[in-house]
């Protein structure tokens, strides 16, 4: 039986950066520096909204997180009338006279859009190519002319100047992705795109060994593993680093010895790998050949003590 833990992690959201990330963050910090929006994009589970958080947080201003989805819209962004204020006054205080004097004012909440923008916070804007291209029109006003326009709401001034602290951070899946619009070029023309692909095995294990407390000799096994059944993907990018640190959290809480031949091992790699090897295959029965793969894969990990 292998020794699996030094100890559990006490800070599992904090980003592990080595040589190449801290170099990724500062080129990007830089480019913000100088006005210029960042777009990270690349494969699901590859750390695209962990590195815009923690770029965001190298800025030390108000940070507005937002996700894409298709339903948002100008009134998520920008804001709305959410309701009333009513103010009656009833004044009886000599009988023979009666004054009432009523007011309603329509009350106004700011979207979270025009809050980063008049208070120069900076804007993680997640998987944004998930929301309407329509919607996310208003960002050619704000990176071309420097101007919110507050068009659609029944405000008097016609637009906000956008508040020089103010940046923004874009991530994205590539197209081809399910649930994700193409983007207009004329955004993408606007923005510097970074490409954030898979991590090789000594980065990914790395990250795995620091998030989960977990020797980096049997860290470095389960990267591997999955990184070999990444190769077996003809059809999409296959399962992430998302998959491995899920494998080492599952072994190392439920003491499960991560050894190739171990058959519990085997079954948890199944089950967190099975479904997306399953779908970036091409196979008639792509659930067994799967399962094979993964146990195949098992079966020729190594791990090598450092
Ligand atoms: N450098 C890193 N340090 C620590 N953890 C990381 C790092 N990069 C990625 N992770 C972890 O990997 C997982 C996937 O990262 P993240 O959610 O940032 O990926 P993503 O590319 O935004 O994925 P998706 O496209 O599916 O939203 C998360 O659990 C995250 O904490």
Partial sequence: MTVLMKKINKNS??????????????????????????HFT???????????LALAKKRNKPVMLIHGNHELNNKDLIGDFTGYTSKKVVD?????????EESVTETWRDGRLLEAVKNGYTLVYDEFTRSQPATNN????????????????????????????FAVIFTSNPDEYAGVYQTQDALLDRLITIFIDHKDRDREAA???EKV?????????????????????????GPS?????????LAAEESIPIEGSDSTFQ??????????VSRCIESDEPIKTAENLIIKACNNMKVIEE
């Fill in 207 to 209: 990250i795995v060994s």
């Fill in 42 to 52: 690349g494969p699901s589970g590859t750390g695209k909204t962990s590195i815009a």
């Fill in 13 to 38: 959201k904090a980003i592990v950066q080595d040589a190449k990330t801290e170099d990724l963050l500062s080129r990007s910090l830089q480019y913000l520096k100088a006005g210029y929006p960042i």
């Fill in 241 to 249: 680093l998302r998959a491995s640190l899920m494998i080492a959290k």
């Fill in 92 to 100: 009886n205080y000599i009988r023979s006279v009666y004054k009432r």
């Fill in 213 to 237: 407390d977990l020797d980096k000799s049997y860290a470095t096994a389960i990267t591997t593993l999955v990184a070999e059944l990444r190769k077996e993907c003809k059809v999409d990018s």
């Fill in 138 to 165: 208003i960002f050619l006003s704000i990176l071309e002319e420097g101007i919110l326009p507050l068009y659609g709401t029944k405000l008097t001034e016609p637009f906000v100047r956008v508040h020089p602290d």
């Fill in 267 to 276: 079954r948890l790699c199944i089950d967190i790998l099975g479904h997306q």
